[in-house]
């Protein structure tokens, strides 16, 4: 799967629909929140991702307007936030792979609750390889088991979603596409897109 047809699965099935609250009173948000998500590698390849968000810097903007004789008071959240995370997905027709990351992830939250977030990372890449082969001078093949290649794995990340509960905090269903990137890959750099769907939890 391509990646260009990888992004049009995230958009298709990105939970953003929601109904259109801005917020009555300047929001306080949470230190830190927990998550986990579906992790699709190349979208199909089924895993999990887990983590923890914590706040290192927050900035939330107040603005002012009046129209036609009303006063209306907007408020948007700038958010920078560290994020370790672990995750795993499994390849049915060729490996397993676990991943550790930590990522240090900008978060802007506008007035209508919408939330579009860029995170960018450093981490660690695992390929779990089974019923391995190894061949010698003379042709015969010996079986080594379970072969695991580790790669430097810096990641990108972007998503977009509303916050699902009217209650000031991050808790919600959220969405994101990211992808890996393999240093050293058969000597070269592969990426490894993903998509990623799931809940944000105190």
Do not use: C
């Amino acid at each position: 799967m391509t990646f260009t047809k990888t992004l049009s699965f995230f958009l298709f099935f990105s939970p953003l629909v929601q109904a259109q609250k801005t917020f009555s009173s300047k929001p306080e948000w949470p230190k830190s929140n927990y998550f986990i998500s579906y992790y699709g590698n190349l979208a199909v390849n089924p895993g999990l991702n887990a983590g923890l968000e914590y706040g290192i810097s927050e900035n939330v903007k107040t603005k002012t307007r009046n129209k036609r004789g009303n006063q209306t008071v907007k408020y948007k959240t700038n958010r920078l936030e560290v994020v370790p995370n672990l995750g795993f997905y499994l390849d049915p027709k060729g490996h397993s792979a676990v991943f550790e990351k930590i990522n240090i992830q900008y978060k802007r939250i506008n007035n209508h609750r919408r939330t579009f977030t860029l995170a960018l990372g450093l981490g660690y890449y695992h390929s779990l390889l089974q019923n391995v082969y190894v061949v010698d001078e003379d042709f015969n093949a010996t079986e080594k088991g379970l072969k695991i290649n580790t790669y430097f794995a810096p990641e990108i990340k972007v998503g977009f979603v509303r916050l699902k509960t009217p209650n000031q905090n991050l808790r919600g269903w959220y969405s994101n596409i990211s992808s890996q990137f393999l240093f050293h890959y058969n000597h070269t750099i592969l990426p490894l897109p993903a998509i990623e769907l799931g809940y944000r939890f105190k």
